[in-house]
């Protein structure tokens, strides 16, 4: 009988394999990124939005939990009454406190108006 190679030697790092991403960046799965970043409380809830359509990628619906996000990806979500409009920063290793997942993306929405206004008027 011939003995199998063992694939852990040539292996990729686990959110690279996941995605199957070629190119070279770093990628996560987009249910399992918004869930890491703390936009949703279990990766379920990201995944019923998603395969809803409900979230956009550059501008593109999407319909696939499984679909890569990387850093520079612009994603368009609605959480509760707002439209979230955030930049991926980075893929992440864990879910962890929320100062650590704020690290993960930049907030894109427009500021509030009346949460600008000064506290002398």
């Known amino acids: 009988m011939a003995r199998r190679k063992d694939k852990s030697a040539g292996a990729q ?3 690279t ?3 199957g ?3 070279g960046r770093e990628t996560m799965r987009l249910d399992k990124w918004l869930f890491y970043a703390r936009f949703f409380k279990t990766r379920a809830l990201a995944t019923t939005l998603i395969t809803k359509g409900r979230v956009r ?3 593109q619906r999407q319909s696939k ?3 890569t996000v990387a850093p520079g990806d612009v ?6 009454n707002l ?3 955030i930049r991926v920063l980075a893929p992440g290793t864990r879910r962890g406190p929320a100062g650590e997942a704020q690290t993960l993306y930049l907030d894109l929405d427009p500021p509030d108006p009346n949460a600008t206004s000064s506290p002398l008027e």
Request: hydrophobic fraction near 35%; aromatic fraction near 4%; charged fraction near 15%.
């Open 65 to 67: 939990p499984g679909h």
């Open 75 to 80: 994603l368009t979500f609605p959480m509760g």
């Open 13 to 15: 790092p686990a959110d």
């Open 83 to 85: 439209t979230r409009v």
């Open 57 to 59: 990628l550059n501008g």
């Open 17 to 19: 394999a996941e995605a």
């Open 21 to 23: 991403d070629t190119s």
